[in-house]
């Protein structure tokens, strides 16, 4: 079981919005503005999205977006393009084992 | 440009130790930042492994710390993992990465390198 939690999956049509929660606890998610995300195509290394929390990597799409909420942090993907179909995850600082991630959501663009 | 490759064996026999190698380029390793290990099974979520920073200090996974030893050489710009007393549940792509120190995001990563354990 992973220490962050996130939908296995979650989709949408070209255009539209979508979400993507990572759920944690006090000692990570919660306790630290220290929320990363990543996007990772088949085969491929992982790729920075966002980091602490909301800040976008120079060359990262602003369609892109991360924000937080007590122990749920969330990423948001606007205007779905075909490319941004692929698996996603989440990581935080934790107190207890320095760095989690989530299991992971795979995103379908329908 | 920051680039980070993976070497090591493919193929590592059960209750033998993995080691794998990372070599940085377009950055020295000396000047900070976290350096580490974050492996993959096939088809499942990241695990991280294990930080060193330059001047030798180290973090690990405390589910792994007592099979994982990480080092850096700063003379190569290089940095190594050693995973002992290997079993399938090992089998994973191993990517090395650099982490800000800050606030341990990995804005670098290598290109993974997958290493089965089997006989």
């Known amino acids: 079981q992973s220490a962050l939690t996130q939908p296995a999956s979650v989709s949408g049509s070209p255009g539209q919005s979508i979400t993507i929660s990572c759920t944690g606890t006090?000692?990570?998610?919660?306790?630290?503005?220290?929320v990363s995300w990543y996007q990772q195509h088949p085969g491929k290394a992982p790729k920075l999205m966002i980091y602490?929390?909301?800040n976008r990597p120079s060359g990262v799409s602003d369609r892109f977006s991360g924000s937080k909420s007590g122990s749920t942090a969330s990423l948001t993907v606007s205007g779905l393009q075909a490319e941004d179909e692929a698996d996603y995850y989440c990581?935080?600082?934790?107190?207890?084992?320095?760095?989690?991630f989530g299991g992971g959501t795979k995103l379908t663009v329908l | 440009q920051v680039q980070l490759q993976e070497s090591g064996p493919g193929l590592v026999k059960p209750s033998e130790t993995l080691s794998l190698t990372c070599a940085v380029s377009g950055y020295p390793i000396s000047r900070g930042y976290y350096w580490g290990w974050i492996r993959q099974p096939p088809g499942k979520e990241l695990e991280w492994i294990a930080n060193?920073?330059?001047?030798?200090?180290?973090y690990y996974n405390a589910s792994l710390k007592s099979r994982v030893i990480i080092s850096v050489d700063t003379s190569k710009n290089q940095f190594s993992l050693r995973l002992t007393s290997v079993t399938a549940a090992d089998t994973a792509v191993y990517y090395c990465a650099r982490l800000r120190s800050s606030s341990w995001y990995v804005d670098y990563w290598g290109q993974g390198t997958l290493v089965t354990v089997s006989s």
């Open positions: 060193i920073y330059h001047d030798g200090r180290t």
């Open positions: 990581s935080s600082y934790a107190s207890s084992t320095a760095l989690v």
């Open positions: 006090n000692s990570d998610v919660g306790g630290y503005n220290y």
């Open positions: 602490d929390v909301s």
